[in-house]
């Protein structure tokens, strides 16, 4: 997917976030984490399943634990904590809350792998310039911030200054120290980085063209016309067959429509799927043909 246009790219993770926000069944919720899993499994060989649920789980149980708490609608009390019921439909609704927090930060994961700084660039920078720079910016400070730790923290491990072993006082120390380095390496770079922008006339009325110029092609125009028609059915489907329901926001669910979808919510179920599908017929395409194409050679 990251040779195809940026709006292509952005249109299929912007209607991946519609459908995730929207959602208020648990099979549906776990389905569309497993195909997210996947889509990041598949984009990406380094990334590490367990190791993504154990650092980001804590957030999805948060979120659980506070809902079956402080939720007491419905009909099915499991048990009571003091004078306050443990409803069965709380612990559904936390699990699906859960979830969707885990989709979508699988979602923001696999957009940072395909949606570069450069394409966020082309999609926004005419629109909102300075918007676009900040966003841009703060996208790469994080990962660029870690990096600068571990390779401080790698050069104080060969001089001894290690945070990880010795005295209480003397980690700490060295702890402060690493701070500090980090931070003044940090801020070296950024007035680099704004006298560098001042230097190429960032800022000045007038326009700017792109660095690298993105074609919009018959490929771009099938994928966007499949995601917009997808998008668009689901819209139909759920106000057809969920009249009351707001598409976003907190409703009450049943337990018969949150766990044992049928009929109408099934094809609500298909359509989802078969839209979080979509990496993988482009992806899966693409390497068939290269894989064809080395057998030619």
Known sequence: M????????????????????????LPLTIGCLVMLVLINKWQDPRFRVFSFFIQQGW????????????????????????KNPIMLEAV??????????????LIFTSLNL????GKILFLFGKVVPRFTLLTVITLRFMPLLRKRLIE?????????????????RGRLRHGIMLIQLLLTFSLEEALQTADS???RGFGLDRKRTSYVSYR???????????????????????????????????????????????????????LSLVYF????FIEGRERIRWYFYKLKT
């Open 2 to 25: 990251s040779n195809y246009h940026p709006v292509t790219s952005f249109l299929f993770y912007f209607g991946a976030f519609i459908l995730v926000m929207s959602i208020q069944s």
């Open 59 to 82: 957030m999805s149980l948060v979120i659980f634990v506070i809902n079956v708490l402080m939720n007491h609608r419905g009909t099915h009390p499991l048990f009571y904590l003091g």
């Open 92 to 105: 559904i609704r936390g699990l699906i809350m859960g979830a969707s927090i885990l989709c979508l930060i």
């Open 114 to 117: 395909i949606l570069t700084t």
């Open 152 to 168: 401080i923290k790698h050069v104080q491990d060969m001089k001894g200054l290690s945070i990880t072993t010795g005295r209480f």
């Open 197 to 199: 922008m001042e230097s």
């Open 216 to 270: 919009f092609n018959r490929k771009d125009t099938f994928w966007c016309l499949i995601f917009f028609a997808l998008i668009l059915m689901y819209f139909i489907l759920r106000r057809q067959f969920y009249p009351d329901t707001p598409f976003f926001g907190y409703t009450m669910i049943t337990l018969d429509e949150s766990l044992f979808p049928k009929g109408q919510a099934i094809w609500l179920i298909v």
């Open 277 to 280: 599908s979509c990496p993988f």
